[in-house]
């Protein structure tokens, strides 16, 4: 057990026995260094340890809230408020890379998570001629709109300077939809609507063929596929058709979303 001395008046310099006993002034002085210089301690990680996993082991709150604007139990879990006794927020960890949101009942907000998902979508009102048999990528060249949700600093999706393409700010998983419309012509019997990656032509796993027959009509093309894509890929609207001339395409939109992350 610890003999306490009897302390003598504390100044403002370094711990000494003559303060306190050298356990707990030892103690003291790593709670010190560690919260203000950098060390090597491979063993000098703040542990704050709880009988019950539901305890608190740390609270954040303002001086004049009734209860703690973020708690993090002992085991884990989070739980938040806007500084009422009503916790209307939790999260908690129900297995291997798996959370679960709980919403409070007497919450009238909340229920979601947002994990910094990225999306992107911009709509052409130029018309474009496309050329007989020949795989054309759609230019966005007057934009209509765009759309981005993405975090500061990330890899734009859709780069104005290159205005054909959406491109994946990191490796993951994406959903991409593409639509364009061909004009009315009576000649040919197909028009096709691809999906194209980096610099290809769409293959028969990213293309979509709207057979036709004599008639002349606007045919309305849409195509969606979800793609494994690396940091840097890109994703172009490509169309083909086989009238034996040029049919303009138009209403053109191209969106994508990051749905996953990658390996």
């Known amino acids: 057990m610890a003999t306490w001395i009897t302390p003598a008046t504390k100044t403002n310099s370094t711990l000494t026995t003559a303060f306190w006993n050298a356990e707990v002034r030892d103690k003291v002085n790593w709670l010190y260094n560690l919260l203000t210089t950098d060390t090597n301690d491979a063993d ?50 129900n297995g291997d890379g798996e959370l679960s949101l709980n919403r409070s009942a007497t919450s009238t907000g909340g229920g979601y998570l947002s994990f910094n998902q990225q999306a992107a979508k911009v709509t052409g009102t130029a018309a474009q001629s496309i050329t007989n ?6 230019n966005f060249a007057a ?23 959406m491109v994946a700010p990191s490796i993951g998983v994406y959903a991409v939809t593409a639509t364009v ?40 093309m849409v195509i969606t596929q979800v793609l494994m894509l690396t940091d840097g890929d890109y994703v172009r609207l490509m169309v083909n058709q086989n009238s034996s001339g040029p049919i303009s395409h138009n209403n053109a939109t191209l969106s994508m979303v990051k749905i996953g992350n990658g390996a």
């Open 143 to 165: 934009l209509g709109s765009i759309v981005i949700f993405q975090p500061p600093g990330a890899t734009p999706m859709w780069q104005d300077s290159v205005r054909d393409r």
């Open 44 to 93: 000098a990680g703040l542990r704050i340890r709880r009988t019950l996993g539901t305890s608190d082991a740390l609270q954040l709150r303002r001086a004049t809230d009734a209860a703690a604007r973020l708690a993090i139990t002992a085991d884990g879990a989070m739980r938040w408020t806007n500084g009422t006794a009503v916790w209307d927020i939790g999260i908690t960890r």
């Open 181 to 220: 419309t061909a004009t009315a012509n009576a000649s040919g019997t197909r028009r096709i609507i691809g999906l194209g990656i980096n610099g290809a032509d769409p293959n028969l796993e990213n293309m979509q063929t709207y057979e036709k027959g004599a008639e002349a009509f606007d045919i309305n």
């Open 133 to 138: 048999n020949t795989w054309v990528a759609m």
